[in-house]
């Protein structure tokens, strides 16, 4: 396809969702499914009584009726950066055609618009079709579907998330009893880390205080002794990463 008319190409990128659309329809069968969606994770999860569908994700972007303002998602603060770093490639297709919508961040626009948005980025990220939750204030957020994901999968993700209520949805992590916001304590891990590391399937985020190393170190390792003493609880990843810093004084 030659792509130089803006509105050519949309056209034809609605002409594909649509397409898209009927067949994902046929697939999965999603009427009057109850929707859930997770930035940390990146999974869209459909589900009916008793069965469950699983999507890989990205946010392209919201309309607000409201205010009539299409807002892509790598000029939103709010959005998370994994579930919205695929956005980035559509701006960069719009710069180098010069298409003015795919490069400004926000603008007013509206409905029709927005799915034409959705259509370009399904067409640029090869996704399997669009999903479109409407939140409680009336915003449409629009999903592009990327993959289907197994429910043995898509457990195996949700299990390394823990809901926290300061951070949402963040990785899981596990300090001792002892580690806190607000003493120094020691801050011992297993491996260096760092916020938002990639961590292997096999890694976790784990920190013990200085005491429970005192013992670790007097008991050779891990045992029953130490972890009676040390007791394991969970927290998220901005929580680890903040008794981190409290415990190396930033
Ligand atoms: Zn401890
Ligand atoms: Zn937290």
Redesign the pocket.
């Known amino acids: 396809m030659e792509i130089t008319d803006y509105n050519a190409f949309a056209d034809d990128c609605i002409e594909e969702l649509k397409a898209l659309q009927d067949g994902f329809a046929k697939t999965f069968d999603i009427a009057y499914a109850d929707w859930f969606y997770n930035q940390a994770t990146g999974l869209l999860t459909l589900s009916t009584d008793g069965t469950e569908l699983n999507f890989k994700y990205f946010q392209v972007g919201s309309f607000s009726p409201k205010s009539e303002t299409w807002m892509w998602s790598w000029h939103n603060e709010n959005t998370l950066e994994n579930v919205k770093k695929a956005t980035r490639l559509i701006r960069d297709f719009g710069k180098r055609f010069n298409f003015v919508k795919l490069t400004e961040g926000q603008f007013p626009s509206d409905e029709f618009e927005a799915w034409e948005f959705a259509a370009i980025a399904t067409k640029l990220a090869s996704g399997i079709g669009v999903y479109r939750p409407v939140d409680t204030d009336g915003l449409q957020i629009f999903l592009v579907l990327t993959e289907f994901i197994d429910s043995e999968l898509a457990n195996t993700i949700k299990d390394k998330y823990v809901q ?4 949402d949805y ?1 990785r899981i992590a596990f300090v001792c009893q002892h580690l806190n916001f607000t003493t120094k304590v020691g801050f011992e891990e297993s491996f260096e880390t760092f916020e938002g590391m990639k961590l292997s399937d096999e890694d976790d985020f784990q920190a013990w205080c200085a005491e429970c190393e005192a013992i670790r170190f007097a008991e050779n390792g891990w045992n029953e002794n130490t972890m009676a003493f040390t007791q394991i609880r969970v ?6 990463f ?1 008794m981190k810093a409290i415990n190396l004084g930033h």
């Open positions: 926290c209520s300061t951070h963040r927290v998220c990843e901005g929580c680890y903040k």
